[in-house]
């Protein structure tokens, strides 16, 4: 059964929902025609129905036990918002023009985070298609949006979304979704679309009128935990289930990133996440179309991409904290909160090695051992970042990167992000070193809860030693203030931090050595003393070895073994930098200079006899 309004052609249309406790269900018709049509009941609490006739907007509520209306917890399309009538969408009408598309596979993934409504003046998937060029020009060759799930208002972050199937009004509805997912395949751009199913927002939330969406056994940041092993919990399962499988097939998505897996709570023996990936693999195989799922999880536990073998839910990948938290303390010398655990270049060595820094040592921020061991665990798992939208928007302020730190580090965190041996994530506005903050926004219609939702923020920044005024979330003008400046890569600096970020990911793209996640083929060395750090990645006869100088001053570094050609400096006045010290070409003994926060990419010339980890010999050394 396909649950919500499916539209079946000629007129005709099928109601299905999951009602387990009411006593009669009927469609009330809105248009085209006003009328009530009774619901069957057919087993396990679901009710269904059809009618005929049917053309236009089909726009609906349904009646539960002949007393209230709601729209369907299933609704393809809210048009009017989150508390009026839900409408039927013809998905077989739409003229898909993707059928040549053929997904990269996720290893070879460069994603660019984006949020629609900020993205762009227009604030919509339009507005996104217009910019689509300019990503793929870059070197991107994915993007991942921001939840579009029917949120009330028009601003939003996403994560409260209360219609899990309907696409966003204000950005433009499904068939804006659908045009955007089209304009990306026809550029070779894959899609992943972050979805929530840890928690439903608290404004337009009526799905507990039809059944026990939620539950009280747990409880999570957000309120109630969604039921997913509680009584009734088959259907609560089911629903999340086809609303996964539904982006996959009605807008062609090529992959979902779950939010806060964390927040999923489920002792049941068979997990709803292993389900899931069970399900997702199926419908992958029946359709022949890679469809990945991608957890984020505040658990550092590789149960979540580990096979089913070794107890794991196979998920395909996870993002990466660890590595984010690393390089942010690196960068900022930031100790507060969960960056307390952080802050040496061994911790970021150990980031590039394993993906998780925490794999059962103590924390002491959390005051208890932490993570698990990522051994075994494919390094294409792991997405890493130096910024995304939590890290920039749960800041009081809503600071980027780019106005914590110097443009030189900046350039420096692309080069370890974009060489690291795991897939890379670029959050918008990062490739051309954007200053606007990212902040939290909404826009619920409630005054009373828009009040709430500013007074819980206070509270929560002042509880953790922030000081000052944060910025009021139900303000347009905190929305406004989030939007990047796009004119700002037309600057002199803004559009060299581009055309660095587009070198990097062409070198990522063309060198062997680069091109695929791989921590085994990797040598990580660190000089904690003068703030060095290498990394030695190398495939077949290609070697490639970045050197990071994560001081404010000049350091130098001799190189130990074989002969290395530059082929990409940070310092070079073409790069906006100071002027670059080291040569072109170096050979083993030789010392370069490095300024501060330069990182370089040399590529060695000769080829190696010996497999590069069978030589004992560190790449470099500090000078004596």
Known sequence: MYLGGEYLGGGSCRFTVWAPFAQSIAVSLVSPKKSLIPLAATGNGYWTGSAANLHGDILYYYHINGRTSRPDPASDFQPLGVHNHSQVIDHLAFQWQDDDFRCLPLEQWIIYELHVGAFTPEGSFDGVIARLDELARLGINAIELMPVAQFPGSRNWGYDGVHPFAVQNTYGGPDGLKRLVNECHRRKLAVILDVVYNHLGPEGNYLNDFGPYCTKKYSTPWGDAINFDDEFSDGVRRFFMENALRWFSNYHVDGLRIDAIHGIIDMSAIPFLRELADDVRIFSAANNKPCYLIAESDLN?????????????????????DFHHALHTLLTSEKTGYYSDYGSLDNLAAALRGGFIFSGQYSTFRKRRFGNSTAGVSASRFIVFSQNHDQAGNRMNGERLAALTSFEALKLCA?????????PLIFMGEEYAEQSPFLYFVSHIDPELAGAVSRGRRAEFKAAGWRGEPPDPSAESTFMASKPDWNLRAQPRNAAMSGFYRELLRLRKSLPALRLPDNCNLEVTTYEYDRLLTIKRWRGD??????ANFSNTAATIKMQQGKWNKILDSAEMRWHGPGASAPDAITAGEIITMPAHNFIIFEELSVRLTPPHLNPLPVGERKQ
């Open 301 to 321: 536990d590789t149960k979540i991409v580990r096979p089913h073998t070794e107890g794991g839910y196979a998920l395909d990948a996870q993002w990466c904290d």
């Open 542 to 547: 290609n070697t490639v070895l970045c050197i």
């Open 415 to 423: 080069g370890i992000v974009l060489c690291a041996p795991y897939i």
